[in-house]
């Protein structure tokens, strides 16, 4: 199975608010993580990563925290807007035969905003 | 510049006929990789390329899928004989050489396509 999981996988917010999607991994080897936004219809776009030496960054409207203790991630999106409605993964890099390569998916969280 | 490109962007096919999908990625990028998403579901990995070789099958899930990449560039995907459990949206992903990631360390970012999506009747 994937080792990286979400704990929601809908979250519903009211436009303005800020919103938090969590995501746990499990393996500890794992050095850099990122963000995904999936729009309907669409592929995932990049929206933020981080690496394992970091435990925030942030960017525009969005921060990133990772816990290395407790192997979870998280992503911060500050006064969510409409388009802010999409599903978000996140993903760790993925080790394969051909050493760190890749990435493994998590399940991904489906945000709505309320208006 | 341009990005992933999939083709066809939708395909309904007949249980038991066989189909092919394309995925053409960013020039330069050394890395490919095939998708699976079912309806409201994750990304479920099937297969990745470096150059033309595939080091990673692990994710096809049945000898009725295969995949290959000519010239370092063009990847296919083909499914034989499909069931309705194939229906899907099919992802293509690419991503650069390993040693050309920003200062400080690789990127394993992955630009994506727009999918195929796939429906068996």
């Known amino acids: 199975g994937e080792s990286v999981g979400l704990h929601l996988p809908t979250l519903s917010v009211q436009e303005g608010d800020n919103s938090i999607i969590n995501c746990a991994y499990s393996n500890s080897a794992s050095d850099y993580f990122i963000w995904y936004k999936q729009e309907s219809g669409k592929g995932p776009q990049f929206i933020i990563d981080i690496r394992s030496n970091m435990d925030k960054r942030q960017g525009q409207r969005v921060t990133v925290l990772l816990n290395k203790t407790v192997k979870h991630l998280s992503l911060q999106i500050a006064a969510t807007q409409p388009g802010d409605s999409a599903v978000y993964f996140c993903a760790e890099n993925r080790y394969s035969g051909g050493g760190a390569d890749g990435l493994t998916f998590g399940k991904g969280t489906h945000l709505i905003i309320q208006p | 510049g341009a990005g992933v490109s999939q083709s066809p962007s939708n395909k309904v096919t007949e249980k038991g006929k066989d189909v092919e999908l394309r995925c053409d990625p960013i020039s330069g990028h050394t890395a490919l990789y095939w998708y699976r998403q079912s309806l409201g579901q994750g990304l479920e990995f099937l297969i990745y390329f470096q150059g033309n070789s595939a080091p990673d099958k692990s994710g096809l899930p049945s000898d009725r899928f295969s995949a290959e990449r000519t010239g370092g560039s063009v990847s296919t995907l083909t499914i034989q004989r499909t069931q309705q459990e194939d229906s899907a949206v099919y992802l293509c992903?690419?991503?650069?050489?390993?040693?050309?990631?920003?200062?400080?360390?690789?990127?394993?970012?992955?630009?994506f396509g727009p999918g195929t999506r796939l429906t068996v009747t």
């Open positions: 992903a690419s991503s650069r050489p390993p040693n050309m990631g920003p200062p400080g360390g690789r990127s394993y970012e992955q630009y």
